[in-house]
């Protein structure tokens, strides 16, 4: 099957259920906030070796997190007592740190200054958020992703202190459902989401959910809620 191109001057793509085995629905075009956007409503998200092409996504089986199925282990619960949080305060040293932080699996980084500059963008317009994990006020873990109606897309995270990242997730899940959010999107199996309970979902399914919610806004203030983490 040939991966078709994207025209520049458009920012439509093709239907996602046409993806090829490996679930690249297209290449090329560029990472502009409105291109960005208009993926991600479509169950689309960017993944790109530096070395490839730009090639966008919509994989078969698909990762989610019911909220409901978050996993917070005794020892995870423990560990969250170490840490101090925040939302939005530093949004791009997050994108910095989840494109420096080295991984086993990883040769680079897809998370390049363009698309640091997009989300960036779709930051300020309240669209992209991140969620922050202090130690002795400094930032060591957190993670990034934007809103799509009720769903929150998770991007990527990164931790310098052992569970600081998961605990920022914990803290994100409990938000996200005191909120009335209904899923995170993980986009692709790994090991470590699974463990915290996320689970496959065909992407049909995937495409179903997000075609109901993704209209559906929440007004909300990003703020951390200090009596929903008095029982962390």
């Known amino acids: 099957m040939q991966?078709?191109?994207?025209?520049?001057?458009?920012?439509?793509?093709?239907?996602?259920?046409?993806?090829?085995?490996?679930?690249?629905?297209?290449?090329?075009?560029?990472?502009?906030?409105?291109?960005?956007?208009?993926?991600?409503?479509s169950g689309?998200?960017?993944?790109?070796?530096?070395?490839?092409?730009?090639l966008w996504w919509s994989p078969n089986p698909r990762l989610i997190m019911e909220l409901d199925n978050f996993k917070l282990r005794k020892s995870l619960k423990k560990s969250m007592k170490k840490f101090t949080y925040q939302f939005d305060t530093n949004f791009r040293e997050v994108l910095d740190k989840c494109a420096s932080t080295p991984r086993n699996d990883q040769d680079g980084t897809w998370l390049n200054e363009e698309l640091k500059e997009s989300f960036e963008v779709l930051?300020?317009?309240?669209?992209?958020?991140?969620?922050?994990?202090?130690?002795?006020?400094?930032l060591v873990g957190g993670l990034y992703g934007i809103v799509i109606g009720k769903i929150f897309c998770g991007e990527s995270m990164f931790s310098h202190v052992n569970d600081a990242s998961k605990s920022a997730y914990a803290v994100l899940v409990k938000h996200l459902k005191s909120w009335g959010?209904?899923?995170?999107?993980?986009?692709?199996?790994?090991?470590?989401?699974?463990?915290?309970?996320?689970?496959?979902?065909?992407?049909?399914?995937f495409l179903m959910r997000l075609e109901s919610l993704k209209m559906e806004s929440i007004s909300h203030i990003w703020k951390i809620d200090k009596i929903l983490l008095e029982n962390k």
Not at 126 to 134: L, Q, T
């Open 44 to 54: 689309i998200f960017p993944w790109n070796s530096p070395q490839d092409p730009l």
């Open 123 to 138: 930051h300020g317009m309240g669209i992209a958020h991140s969620v922050e994990s202090y130690l002795d006020g400094e």
């Open 3 to 41: 991966i078709p191109e994207l025209n520049k001057y458009a920012l439509s793509f093709p239907d996602p259920r046409d993806a090829n085995v490996d679930g690249i629905v297209a290449w090329g075009g560029d990472l502009n906030p409105s291109r960005l956007l208009r993926a991600y409503q």
């Open 181 to 205: 959010y209904e899923f995170v999107d993980c986009q692709v199996p790994t090991d470590h989401l699974i463990s915290l309970g996320a689970h496959e979902v065909h992407r049909e399914y």
